[in-house]
């Protein structure tokens, strides 16, 4: 497009005396464009909230294994920015313990038939939508777990529905709507946290995507549930 356009990457490594080698990092991810016309507050502001906070909370206390936190430009023009940032992992073999991809994660309604199925999703999907998604693929299925047990732990009110699918997901195209596909499509694990965007959410890619929209209750307990995930110790192995 004549331009360029900067993926944004912070790394916290244990500090003290740890033993080498080190476990493989966990990425921890958003994107941070929007679609003209829509301020994004839930597309996908409320990802890069939990990924500032979860930020300030690694400022202060080191993780037991390294973590990359990741902004990425050019989701809405097909996932351009985490395509690159993962295919240069993987030409460089980097290995990666997983990516956990914030996607809108702070819209939320307890009012009946305010969540949409969407089409082809083979579990039951709740009429109301006041759940966590997180959605991950074969060979993400112990990210998914590890994630879920997470929220059970850190918060026992916030409903999730954990889903793995086969493959890289594409017989399901609305299971790839975010950076973690890229990820998928390189071998990684990754896992996408989610509301569900449209299936949920009337304002998604309107202009009344705004703040005052924002369920912050759920999204704090979003962040809580990805602070757990980094303290887990049963975490994802290196690939």
Not at 18 to 41: K, N, Q, W
Request: net charge negative; glycine share 10%.
């Amino acid at each position: 497009m004549g331009r360029t356009f900067p993926n944004i990457l912070a790394i916290r490594n244990p500090i003290g005396g740890r033993r080498l080698p080190r476990p493989a990092p966990l990425l921890i991810g958003a994107h941070y464009d929007t679609v003209a016309g829509s301020p994004g507050a839930d597309d996908n502001a409320s990802g890069l909230i939990v990924l500032l906070e979860i930020a300030e909370r690694l400022s202060e206390a080191p993780p037991e294994r390294p973590v990359w936190l990741a902004a990425f430009c050019l989701e809405e023009q097909g996932l351009l920015g985490s395509a690159a940032f993962a295919a240069r992992l993987r030409k460089l073999k980097q290995p990666l313990g997983g990516a956990v991809i914030l996607e809108c994660v702070g819209y939320a309604s307890e009012e009946e038939g305010s969540q949409r199925k969407p089409p082809g999703i083979p579990v039951p999907v709740p009429a109301a939508g006041n759940f966590l998604g997180i959605i991950g693929n074969d060979a993400s299925r112990r990210l998914v777990t590890v994630v879920e047990e997470a929220a059970r732990r850190a918060v026992p009110a916030l409903k999730t529905l954990g889903l793995t699918v086969p493959g890289c997901g594409k017989s399901l195209p609305d299971v790839r709507r975010s950076d973690h596909a890229a990820f998928w499509d390189e071998g990684y694990q990754a896992v996408m946290l989610t509301d569900t965007a449209n299936y949920r959410n009337p304002h998604y890619h309107q202009p009344t995507d705004r703040v005052d929209t924002l369920n912050f209750d759920f999204l704090e307990g979003v962040i809580d549930v990805v602070g757990a995930s980094l303290a887990a110790r049963t975490g994802p192995n290196a690939e």
